[in-house]
Structure formats: C-alpha cells, structure tokens
C-alpha cells in the first residue's frame, strides 16, 4: 500500500490516503455511537480495581492514536531503511498478537491513561 519514499515524495497515494481516511473515520464514529449513550458512572465504572474503565480505554486509544499520527508526521519524510524491516515486521506481529489477545497486559507509563482527570465524551 505504501509507495516507495524518496526525498519529498508521498508515502501512499491519494485512493490509498482516502482509504484510511475513511477507515479512521468509520472506527471513530462506531466508537463514539458505543460510548454516547452511556453517562458518567457507567463510563467511569471499573470491573475491579485491576481493570480500566470504559473511559480509561478511550483515553488510552486516544493517546495512542496521537502518537502514532506523530510517529507518521515525522518519518514520512525520512530515508528507508531496509535493513529494519525485519525487525518492524517482527514488532508488527506482536503488537497484532497483544491487540487480539482477551489477557491484557500492562501498557508502557506513556500510554496510561490520567487516571483522575475529567475525560470528554464525543470529542
């Protein structure tokens, strides 16, 4: 999908940045009909003391989401380095595998939510 970069050229074509444009789109609006119609205590409730709220989920999605749209804004324009794609690969895969699996671990600091701060909903 992505298209060869050198110096200022893109990383995907148009028809290729539409496609996740809207697939980004599509996945905010399905998470935000989830979460509207629930108010604070049911958006705030935890499990139990080990687990995250609803809100604390979104907060850490959105954290995520934000580094990654930093990641991609200031390496879009760097050299390849095709020596590091096996290792990317190899990172791929277990980000993939942590993704699907129920057994949630623990996040790096940088990704926990701000347990205590007001949290949005809809924003």
């Known amino acids: ?10 990383m995907w074509s148009e028809k290729d940045r539409q ?8 996945i ?11 108010n604070e205590v049911q958006f705030a409730f935890k499990p139990d003391s080990n ?6 989920i979104v907060e850490h999605l959105d954290v995520y989401e934000e580094l990654l749209y930093y990641d991609l804004l200031n390496n879009q324009y760097t ?16 980000m993939l595998a ?3 699996d129920p057994n949630k671990g623990i996040t790096t600091f940088i ?10 909903k809809g924003i």
């Open 111 to 120: 990704m926990l939510p701000n347990f205590g701060l007001p949290i949005l």
């Open 51 to 56: 687990k995250w709220s609803i809100a604390e």
């Open 98 to 100: 942590d993704a699907a």
């Open 79 to 94: 050299d390849e380095k095709p020596d590091l794609v096996d290792s990317v690969r190899e990172l791929y895969s277990i």
């Open 28 to 38: 905010q609006s399905g998470l935000t009909k989830k979460i509207d119609d629930l």
């Open 19 to 26: 496609f996740l444009l809207e697939r980004l789109k599509s």
């Open 1 to 10: 999908m992505l298209v060869a970069q050198k110096e200022n050229t893109r």
